[in-house]
């Protein structure tokens, strides 16, 4: 299976996105497209995240755990999403455990 994958979001990564000003809300959804359609959503490999839009970048939470949470920062570092891929033979899907912007 390939992208585009499935997104879903845990209640308090939903409802913290919808706290956030609209305009932030816009970044997030042009992250979640980039994620959703990206044809690897750990981004492995020397610049595999250098297609991605000015201001954003994906980065493992840990470097101990390659195929664990990601961190994909948005709005030059001043936000992030972090999410998991839960790569099943049916429906794979990513999976947004928090969200944060200052």
């Known amino acids: 299976m390939g992208p585009p994958w499935q997104m879903d979001w845990t ?10 000003p609209p305009h932030v809300r816009e970044i997030i959804a042009a992250v979640r497209a980039e994620l959703v359609t990206a044809e690897d ?6 610049d595999a995240d250098s297609k991605l839009p ?3 970048t ?10 664990g949470p ?5 709005d030059h570092g001043r936000g992030w999403v972090r999410y ?15 969200v944060f912007w200052q």
Request: zero cysteines; hydrophobic letters at 45%.
């Open 54 to 56: 000015d201001g954003m």
């Open 41 to 46: 959503p750990y981004f492995r490999g020397i």
């Open 84 to 98: 998991t891929f839960i790569h099943r033979a049916i429906d794979p899907q990513i999976v947004v455990e928090e």
């Open 70 to 74: 990601r961190i994909a920062a948005f």
């Open 11 to 20: 209640v308090q990564a939903r409802a913290d996105r919808d706290a956030l």
């Open 58 to 67: 994906v980065e493992p939470a840990r470097s101990s755990r390659p195929k």
